[in-house]
């Protein structure tokens, strides 16, 4: 979704006869909101929609069919309170979800011992804890703590961890995108965008290609939540080569370029990546805002079109206190909120923040489910009380 790339063999020109080694290659066309957006083509050495079975799992483990809000209050969780275990697609569970996304916690010790892809949305997954690959057809994505990484919704990929990570999954049910303000109208990043087209991490192409991946031939698609397993009549890596805009990628938080304003700007300058009826923003350390007088703390706000989810991840967030590295909180709408009580006035005089964090503010409510409630803790509301 950043830019165009290639790798491996192509062909002159797409849909036209591409042999390699003398035997006809298999166009495979991955393609957005139909044939209308970006798309990559990968050419196969065999047809890549073939099957030997197809098994239903029924439905994911993780997966909540609705969630519910309860009474109105502002609430924290905890992530070291939900078990660990598992891989990462398979074990992690849905906390909290709306129409247009779905907030997944998985604390994975293993990898991922089948290919997975995710009918249901793309997901951008922040990395808070651990380190490892995504494999995929397009190649090799290496990650560490505190990067995003991104996967195409429907993209058969696998997950292998260098040990346990915890792992907070954004499942953008409409594309996750590079909000179009960070765009000229040419396509390439703009100089005031808060990243630059290198910060992303672009899948690499390993020597002999991604069929030297050894790639399993089981799939486990979800799809509106239940879980189908296939097996694959050949290899699922065996792409001589691809060209195109839709890749998996990694992108270091810390590589967010802050803006500060003499006195405060709105989080919107946080934004880093955006779907329809939602954003994702990133709060890295800065220094903040610099006038004579400024209050560098946010200022309390009501914003009756928003949820808000922190994450929290480094760091002292100046705003709040009783929570740190692995918290989650969810302001809902209907509530103004704001800095915690004599943190408003405290950061008056401060000139640098260093708390790292993720935001993400939807524009429908965003509701708990059972999952959420099994590691909430219940003392947060009353932490307003002044
Ligand atoms: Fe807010």
Redesign the pocket.
């Known amino acids: 979704m950043i830019h165009r790339l290639t790798r491996g063999e192509i062909p002159k020109k797409p849909h036209t006869v591409f042999e390699v080694d003398g035997t006809l290659t298999f166009e495979h066309c991955f393609t957005r909101m139909g044939f209308e957006s970006i798309y990559s083509i990968m050419w196969h050495r065999e047809p890549p929609h073939w099957v030997e079975s197809a098994e239903d799992l029924g439905r994911h483990p993780g997966w909540a069919e609705v969630g519910t809000n309860g009474p109105l209050r502002r609430s924290h969780y905890l992530s070291d309170r939900q078990g660990a275990g598992g891989s990462p697609f398979l074990a992690r569970r849905l906390l909290f979800t709306n129409p247009d996304i779905g907030v997944w916690l998985g604390r994975a010790t293993e990898s991922e011992p089948t290919l997975v892809a995710n009918a249901d949305g793309d997901e951008l997954v922040f990395v808070h804890e651990g380190s490892g690959r995504v494999e995929s057809a397009l190649g090799v994505v290496p990650f560490s703590a505190q990067d995003y990484v991104y996967v195409p919704q429907s993209l058969p990929h696998r997950w292998l961890l260098d040990g346990p990570a915890l792992l907070l999954t954004v499942e953008g049910r409409s594309p996750v995108r590079v909000p179009k303000q960070y765009r000229v109208p040419e396509g390439q990043l703009s100089m005031y965008a808060p990243y630059t087209h290198h910060d992303f991490v672009e899948p690499q192409w390993p020597d002999g290609g991604p069929e030297s991946l050894d790639a399993p031939h089981r799939l486990i698609i979800q799809n509106g939540g239940m879980l189908s397993a296939f097996e694959l009549s050949h290899d699922p890596f065996d792409v001589v080569g691809w060209d195109g805009q839709v890749w998996p990628f990694a992108f270091p938080i810390r590589a967010f370029q802050p803006k500060t304003g003499a006195i405060h700007l709105p989080?919107t300058i946080h934004t880093t990546f955006a779907g329809d009826g939602y954003v994702v923003c990133s709060f890295v350390p800065r220094v903040v805002d610099f006038a004579d007088g400024a209050i560098p703390c946010?200022y309390p706000?009501s914003?009756p079109d928003?949820d808000?989810v922190?994450f929290y991840v480094e760091g002292n967030f100046t705003s709040r206190r009783g929570v740190g590295a692995g918290s989650l909180t969810l302001?809902p709408r209907g509530l103004p909120?704001?800095p915690h009580p004599g943190t408003y006035e405290a950061s008056i005089g401060t000139e640098r923040t260093d708390e790292l964090a993720v935001?993400i503010?939807t524009f429908k409510p965003l509701l708990p489910t059972p999952f959420a409630a099994e590691i909430e803790d219940l003392n947060y509301n009353t932490s307003w009380v002044r």
């Open positions: 989080p946010p706000h914003s928003c808000e922190l302001h909120h704001g935001m503010d």
